[in-house]
């Protein structure tokens, strides 16, 4: 039925909850009650109870998992034979009445109570999410002996050390006791580390619970811890309460985990390098300054020989930790910039491809306008490959270069806005028609300052009609007032429009056009740009007679 029935789990979700606030009422308001025998036995029979209760359902959920998803049936059944384990002890602690507090506590039911953490250990790292590189692996066995060691220290100098000497407990008795805390807070820590949370979203709730869970038996392991070394009854509230409400929490994570794989799909993806919580940097760096301190504090006991082993072990570990921490560092640092190198490779490449694209559309617009006024045919590229040539004479190259071809190549966009009459008239333009004529540099400027990739080309377009004494149009610039591609451009235009036919005109000769262009140097055109020509053309015959 709770394998078929995910209303059924979610009702059973539901109750639980509601159990836990009902218990946490009812059992912290009987821990106030005047201590008896009969309130004793409820207590120590709820302990065993509700730790049976745990071990058997937790081994049935490991069941009904794996008949939903194998992946995740190893890691419940540790956890559940983890508390297989507390049970043992639990049982074994109430048929031999080992009491509370105030005599030496059984090495055998301890020791079933610290088997309880290898086993749940094992649980945690078998789930799919907590796969992780070798490096990862180290960094976490450093930070886990820092929390070992850190709260071994904290515990063992505040609450057993000072008893020792009094002569009031063995030690190897209050070792078992001290290592269920300190395996506690190890336990909370991990589960935090691997931050299922945000490795699975779906599964954070359930997750959640299982650390509020260990976060409890923390407490009441503290608490119990408490009880035995200083005898007193009251902190029996924190011990009595809290194992109880952990593994009510426990089962709690089951339901809701068995509830979310019935429900959601569970994406199985490896813990990534970045992968902690912010929890679990406290926990860590916390317990260790708080270690390091209270043994600073101890510098005055040097016959104690634990604190001439326990500051070196400490500072070592954290140097050591702090030492993965800077190499993996280093190592995110590397692989963010080959990241980062290979972005800008692509970055490089799309752009050069999307240009490309747009330089044919270019091409393609180029030839519909020469469609339209076939006494052009042919001069766009003409034009664009020649101008491109004598740029680089005058250092005009990378970016800037390309954006000159393309406003060679979109030197007359401007004449779309020209009327036909006007635009194909086979002979000369009146005084009229001239002025709209010479409105086309207008007309280029409006369609392409408004696009971001054109805009840089509009130098030709909108200037190449200027003329070196001020007479052309549409500003009436002047000498070098006129930008240097326009000025190229302008002399190339004109030895290109006059070396080919025209339907009103025959095609000059290339001398005559020649002579026409240094005849008007100075005039129309600039004097440097009209040498450089000249040179460029006796260097260059295939476009003397191109």
């Known amino acids: 039925m709770l394998q078929k029935s995910p209303i059924f789990i979610s009702r059973l979700k539901n109750f639980l909850i509601f159990l836990i606030i009902l218990f946490s009422i009812v059992y912290g308001a009987m821990a106030f009650f005047p201590k008896s025998q009969k309130i004793n036995i409820i207590f120590s029979t709820t302990l065993v109870s509700m730790s049976c209760i745990t071990a058997i359902v937790l081994l049935v959920f490991s069941k009904l998992i794996y008949k939903i998803d194998k992946k995740f049936y190893t890691p419940w059944f540790f956890i559940g034979l983890a508390y297989l384990s507390f049970a043992m002890g639990d049982i074994l602690s109430h048929i031999f009445n080992i009491p509370v507090a105030g005599k030496p506590f059984s090495i055998i039911v301890n020791l079933f109570y610290i088997i309880f953490y290898p086993l749940f250990f094992m649980g945690i790292v078998n789930f799919p999410f907590a ?83 260990i976060f409890m038996l923390l407490l009441s392991d503290t608490a119990f811890l408490y009880i035995v070394i200083i005898e007193k009854e009251i902190w029996s509230l924190f011990a009595f309460l809290g194992y109880p409400l952990s593994q009510m929490l426990i089962i709690l994570s089951g339901v809701e985990f068995i509830y979310t794989l019935k429900e959601k799909e569970i994406i199985d993806e490896p813990m990534k390098r970045e992968s902690y919580s912010f929890a679990s940097i406290i926990i860590a760096y916390s317990s260790f300054f708080t270690a390091f301190i209270i043994l600073f504090l101890n510098l005055k006991e040097k016959e104690d020989l634990s604190f001439f082993i326990f500051i070196p072990l400490i500072v070592l570990l954290g140097f050591l930790r702090q030492l993965s921490s800077i190499l993996e560092n280093k190592k995110l640092f590397e692989d963010l910039k080959k990241s980062h190198r290979w972005l ?32 052009t045919q042919g001069h766009t590229v003409r034009l664009a490959e020649i101008t491109v040539e004598l740029s680089k004479i005058f250092g005009i190259n990378g970016y800037e270069l390309e954006n000159a071809k393309r406003g060679a190549l979109l030197h007359d966009i401007g004449k779309m806005g020209i009327p036909d009459n006007i635009l194909l008239k086979p002979g000369p333009l009146d005084e009229d028609e001239w ?112």
């Not at 190897?172 to 945000?198: E, G, Q, R, S, Y």
């Not at 030839?367 to 076939?374: P, Q, S, V, Y």
Request: glycine share 4%.
């Open 344 to 375: 800008e490779d692509q970055v490089e490449e799309k752009t050069e491809e999307l240009y490309h694209s747009y330089d044919e559309t270019l091409y393609i617009l180029s030839k519909a306008l020469e469609l339209r006024d076939r006494e």
């Open 435 to 546: 002025k709209i004529m010479k409105k086309h540099p207008l007309f280029a400027k409006q369609l392409l300052e408004n696009v971001s990739f054109l805009k840089p080309s509009l130098t030709i377009p909108y200037y190449h009609h200027e003329r070196w004494d001020g007479s052309g149009y549409p500003e009436g610039l002047k000498g070098e007032d006129i930008p240097l591609q326009a000025r190229v451009f302008a002399v190339l235009d004109t030895w290109d429009a006059l070396t080919h036919d025209r339907p009103y005109r025959s095609a000059w000769s290339k001398n005559l056009a020649l002579e026409y262009i240094v005849s008007n140097s100075g005039i129309k055109f600039d004097p440097e740009v009209v040498k450089k020509f000249l040179n460029f053309l006796k260097e260059n015959n295939s476009y003397f007679n191109y």
């Open 131 to 213: 796969s992780m590189s070798k490096k990862q692996r180290i960094n976490l066995f450093l930070e886990l002996a820092v929390i070992l060691l850190s709260m071994g220290i904290i515990l063992w100098n505040l609450f057993v050390k000072p008893y020792i000497k009094e002569g009031k407990l063995s030690s190897l008795i209050t070792v078992l006791i001290v290592a269920a805390p300190v395996c506690d807070a190890a336990l909370l820590w991990f589960i935090l580390k691997l931050n299922f949370k945000k490795k699975s979203p779906l599964l954070g709730k359930s997750y959640l619970f299982m650390a509020f869970g």
